[in-house]
């Protein structure tokens, strides 16, 4: 994982490439569990109390660093070579709109920030609605 370089990782989702249908993230011990969470005085997204709010723009296009060893500082061709076979933007078919995503390979998901906070490893984490690529 250290040579993809997230800034978040997380665990416990039920398949691979889950968060390709997520909208964001809240994240903090104090996310709203409601439906309704917009409701709430102040919240953003189902943020209160200090949570953050990350919102998905696009998915991550790779480039040649995760070939390197980060240990050895030797070049290869993997994990990428792998990747593009399922991950490429021909095959998820992310290309019919952006034609220059057509042999990038993608892994993660860039954001931006709605919400600042602090966040801390072990917090809540609520996916935010589905997005359309």
Excluded at 45 to 59: F, S
Excluded at 116 to 131: L, P, R, S
């Amino acid at each position: 994982m250290n040579r993809f370089r997230p800034n978040i990782v997380l665990s416990g989702t039920q398949q691979a490439w889950e968060d390709d249908g997520w909208g964001g993230l809240v994240l903090g011990a104090h996310t709203d569990s409601t439906d309704d969470a917009a409701a709430n005085e102040g919240a953003v997204n189902g943020a209160v109390d200090g949570a953050v709010v990350l919102k998905y723009v696009k998915p991550c296009d790779r480039c040649k660093v995760p070939t390197i060893n980060q240990e050895t500082g030797e070049v290869g061709d993997e994990p990428l070579n792998i990747l593009g076979k399922t991950r490429s933007g021909k095959v998820l078919g992310w290309n019919a709109n952006r034609k220059s995503w057509t042999h990038s390979v993608f892994f993660g998901w860039n954001a931006t920030v709605e919400k600042q906070g602090v966040i801390h490893v072990g917090d809540a984490v609520k996916i935010m609605a589905k997005v359309v690529v």
